[in-house]
Each structure stands twice: as C-alpha cells, then as structure tokens.
C-alpha cells in the first residue's frame, strides 16, 4: 500500500532560535482519509501545516506530498496541494469571482476550464450567490467559505485545513463538515482543530500533539475508547444507604456529589450499570438519571502528557 | 505565464483602491502646470531664441525639463505605490496562498514587479501626452524625446525595484514607504557629497541616481547608463527574493 500514502512525513523538526517547536514528528496519511490534528495552543499544529505546505522550511526532515519531495521539487508538491491557513488568505478588494479564477490561474488550471473549476468549488462551497459580491463585504462564515474554495479549486490530492470551521455558524459547520467527508473520498486531508465533535464527524484518524511531540496517533475508535472512564454518575429519588450501593458488585467506592447526585467508580470496562438498574427496581430507590461519565478532550490531553511524564519519570 | 498572472493581479488590485486614481491625477495635474509653465516660457523668448546661432528646439525647452521635473515629483509618489506590494499582503496574511501555490519566489517577486512597471507604463504614457500635444503646431525632435522617455522609464524601474525590496523588509506599508523614500532621496544626493572631488566622492558620485539620468535627458545615449539602471534594478530584485525566501526560513 505504500503507493498509496499521499501524505509522508519524517523526523520533521523545526527550531525558533533555542525553541523546539517541533519534535522529530513523523507519519503517513493515506489516500481517502481524513486526518485530525489536535493539540493545546501553541503545542506546533500550525507549525507542522505550515511545513507541510511549505510556507517554512524545516530545520531537519523530509516531506513527500503524493511521492513528490517537497525540498526538492517544491512546485510539483505543491501542485498537488490547497491550503487554507488559520487566516484566510482573501484579497479583500476582489470579488468572489474575481479571487477564485486568480487562485484557479496560480494553480495552473488551464485557460479554458477555469470557469468551470470555479463554478465547482462555488458549488462545493455554497457559495453561488455570492459570487459577484467584493469579498470584504461578506461574513466571516463566508469568506472562510471563500478560503475552502480556494484549497479545493484545483482538486488536490492533498487537502490542509488549519481550523477550518472557526467562526461559522452551525449549520455551516454541518455544512462544511460534510464536505470534508466528501473530499476525504478520494483526497487526504487534514484538519487541525481544537472541537472533539469537529474530529468524531469528520476524522478517520487522530494525531496528538504536545510540546511539538506526537503524543497519540489513534484511530476515532481508540480515542473514543480512551475518553471512557471508570465511573457512572447516577441520580436517585430515595437513595439507599452509600453502603448498599457499596454492595453491589463491581462498584469499587461511591461518592456523594450535588443535587443528590452520586458517583460509582468501577473497574474499566466492568460498568454495573446493569446490576444497578436491576436493585433500583427492585428496591425501589427511584434511578431518574445514569450517565457513564467521559472525558473532555482536554481531560485526554492531560491524561496523555501526564502519563508520558511519568513514564519518563519511571 | 505565473508571472502574468500575477502581475495581472497586481495591477487590478491597484486599480480597484482609490490611491492609484489619485495619484495618476495628482502627478498629472501638477506636471500639466510645470508644462504650461514651460511653454509660457518658451513663447516669451521665442524670438529671442530664434536669432541664436545654435537654436535650441521646442523639445529641448519644454520636454526635458518637464521630464527632469516628473522625475522628483515622483520620487515623492512612487514609495506610495510601492509600499503595499509585499508588506500589505504580509501584514493581511495573504502571503501563504502564494507561498502554497505551484509559484517561485522569483515569479511572485518578478510578478508584482511587472505589475507595478505595467501601471508606471501607463502613467507614463499619460505624461508623454503633454509633449506630443505639441505636435498639433509643430514638430518635435522624437530623438530626444525617445531618449528622455527612455531614461524616464528607467529611472522609474530603479525606483520601483528598490521600493519593493524595502516593502519586503516590513509588514508595515508606512515603514515600507518612509525607508524606501529615504534611500532614494540618499541615491539622489549622495552626488553632492562628490563634488569636492575626492576619490571617493567620485565613487559615490557614480552611484547616484540623478547622474545617470542628465545625460539621457540632454540626448546621450551611453550604454553604460543603461547598464546602471539595469544592475540597479537586477539588484534590488534579487535582494527582494532573498528577503522573500528567508520567510520561509526563519522568523
């Protein structure tokens, strides 16, 4: 399969001065999927995009962009490439019209199809009514609209997208979300975010950076999978005595929190939910509420750099 | 072909913001009142020339010190249209699209640069119309005419090429404007200070801008007047493309 991976990165570092921003990351993204890069502020996402897209230049590493060393050969690579970086890179005195047959002329579409690869990314972008309007009148959902249609207007093998849903509304995001499944079809993309439900609709994969190291490469499934934790939040009208609750097998403490509710830890995997709902019927403690608790993405991220520190501690 | 994208680009978005209409109606208008200064002039020692042994002509009198003139005026005017051309798109971040597109650095430098000469050109070309009015009661030496044209676009070129590298230096269009008008101003009077005839003010002498025009504008064509401007410009270009690709290489 190795002909098939679009996207290969590796031993990519790069230095500020003393500041490592980026740490001997290396790895593949395949043709047809949907990469999901996450990570705290400043932990070398868009530093890593910006290599990627070679608007820097990295201290050590290489990168191949469909087979093609983006070093070497960076007008090829970068052929196959769209980008859209944090900011939208609008010419704010165009029209969407005019802007997008300038992107369409930079990437070397040739004369005659232009209109046509225009009209597409229009269409892809819902962007067909607005074509004629200067594009600093528009919103800022727009013109983000604007700077995907930029990034696809060639139809390249690679797709990056720095933050691509900030500052839509919704049902844009429902709406630009499905696009990125839809390029995901036969391009790679990736997509730097800081949104967990942005990653679970759109990712088939997941990388996480920190300190400008990957920290976790993981399919949706397996961070999903790491989000559960050992414990149930349940709520009940008439509360047996926290000894009862102790009894029931698997439940391993229980702690009172407000609103009468209370938390049972459990071993991983082991919930008692079953064996809880089962005795809360039947001695009718009126269970109104069970919530298996998860964590937030940032509960993850702490997680995983806590246990790498204490690996390296170890 | 980029390149003519690019400056295609250029020179659209120059046209679409209000600065490039008035400054082609601020120059114009001014070098029109130097002209009819000029030819008031003309007409009131018209008789007094003509019984000179040598005559000078219409063009010696009236074009070339218009020319002489356009060219302090737009010493002024020119680091104003060249202080956007890198910093502004730098300061709005719209650098990378060209940085991610299938273009080199020279073509995005050389590309801007051809846009800018494109509207230079055409405000030339409005300049020129003044002298060739003239045409309608007489006749016009085009020689000399064609050498202060010449020397006019070059001095122009010069000017340009500097003001985009020094709009490569900055994300602040002001900054870009201020440093590259006090380099020009520096390359126009660095001649003064070789006068006093030392060695080295011949040097600097040699160096500037200004000297390299007077012959052109009396009708000498030197090639190595042309060779100056043309290193001059080759050199602020190529600085302009380092410039550009240390972006990529450190911040």
Known sequence: MEHDSLIRVEHLSRRYGDNLAVNDVSFEVQRGEVLGFLGPNGAGKSTTMQMLTGNLAPSAGRITINGIDMLERPKEAKLALGFLPEQ???????????????????????????????????????????GRRLINNLSKGYQQRVGIAQAIIHSPDVVILDEPTVGLDPIQIREIRKLIRELGGEHSVILSTHILPE????????????????????????????????????????????????AIPGVQAVERLEEGRLRLSHEPEQSPAEA???QAVAQDWGLYELVPERLSLEDVFVN???TEHKEEAA | ????????????SLFLSPLAWSILAVVQFILAWLFLGQLDV???????IAMMENPPGATEVIVAPLFSSATI??????????????????????????????????????????????????????????????????????????????????????????????????????????????????????????????????????LSLQRHYEALLRGLFNSSDILYYLLFIAAFLVLGIRRLDADRLQH
């Open chain 1, 276 to 278: 809880l709902v089962e």
């Open chain 2, 73 to 206: 005026i737009l010493l002024l005017v020119i680091p104003l249209l060249t202080m956007r051309l890198v910093s502004e798109e730098r300061r709005s971040r719209t650098l990378p699209l060209l940085f991610s597109a299938p273009v080199s650095m020279s073509e995005i430098v050389l590309g801007k640069y051809l846009g800018l000469l494109g509207f230079l050109a055409i405000m030339l070309g409005l300049i020129t119309l003044m002298p060739l009015s003239l045409l309608s009661i007489g006749t016009l030496d085009f020689g000399l005419l064609a050498s202060n044209l010449l020397g006019l676009m070059l001095m122009l070129g010069a000017f340009a090429a500097a003001g985009l590298f020094m709009s490569t230096l900055t994300a602040q269009p002001t900054v870009a404007a201020i440093s590259t008008f006090g380099l020009l101003l520096l390359l126009w009077i660095i001649e003064l200070t070789g006068k006093n005839g030392a060695e080295a003010g011949n040097v600097l002498a040699y």
């Open chain 1, 88 to 130: 939208p890179p609008l010419y704010r005195e165009l029209s969407v019209d005019e802007y997008l047959t300038f992107c369409a002329r930079l990437n070397r579409i040739a004369k005659g199809q232009v209109a046509r690869a225009v009209a597409q990314a229009k269409e892809r972008c819902g962007l067909t009514e607005v």
């Open chain 2, 1 to 12: 072909m980029m390149i003519a994208t690019l400056a295609a680009r250029e020179l659209r």
């Open chain 1, 199 to 246: 990653v679970q609709a759109t990712c088939d994969r997941v990388q996480i950076i920190n300190k400008g190291q990957l920290v976790l490469s993981d399919t949706i499934e397996g961070l999903t999978r790491r989000m559960q934790t050992s414990s149930l939040v349940v709520a009940l009208r008439r509360p047996p005595a926290p000894e009862q609750l102790q």
């Open chain 1, 304 to 306: 995983i750099t806590t």
């Open chain 2, 42 to 48: 003309y007409i009131a020692f018209q008789s007094r």
